[in-house]
Nanobody, 118 residues
Framework: QVQLVESGGGLVQPGGSLTLSCATS????????MKWYRQAPGSQRELVAS??????????RYAESVEGRFTIFRDNAKRTVVLQMNLLKPQDTAVYYC?????????WGQGTQVTVSS
């Protein structure tokens, strides 16, 4: 079955960096569009970044709030999608979720907590 497992969250000071990873299994990764979402307490889940599969040329898109600070990339050989987060702000605090759009279904990982605080 489809499995998505996030890792790499934690506590970081404002201005710091974190790298989130999402290990995947159970589906054809190379052609699947992958996304990172986040959800802060009391807020709706929002799309942070996306990366297309090979048919989409690996195109990336970012939310305006993270453009220039976050980078999404994928390693098709390792079936992993990574979110590199730099210049973190307190408002980036949220649970971050990896997501896969596969065969008209959207699959989710369990999430990883990112807390940006001094």
């Amino acid at each position: 079955q489809v499995q998505l497992v996030e890792s790499g969250g934690g506590l970081v000071q404002p201005g710091g960096s974190l790298t989130l990873s999402c290990a995947t299994s159970g589906f054809i990764f190379i052609t699947t569009d992958m996304k990172w979402y986040r959800q802060a307490p009391g807020s709706q889940r929002e799309l942070v970044a996306s990366i297309a599969g090979v048919l989409g040329g690996g195109a990336t898109r970012y939310a305006e709030s993270v453009e220039g600070r976050f980078t999404i990339f994928r390693d098709n050989a390792k079936r992993t999608v990574v979110l590199q987060m730099n210049l973190l702000k307190p408002q980036d605090t949220a649970v971050y979720y990896c997501s896969a759009d596969y065969l008209a279904n959207q699959y989710w990982g369990q999430g990883t907590q990112v807390t940006v605080s001094s």
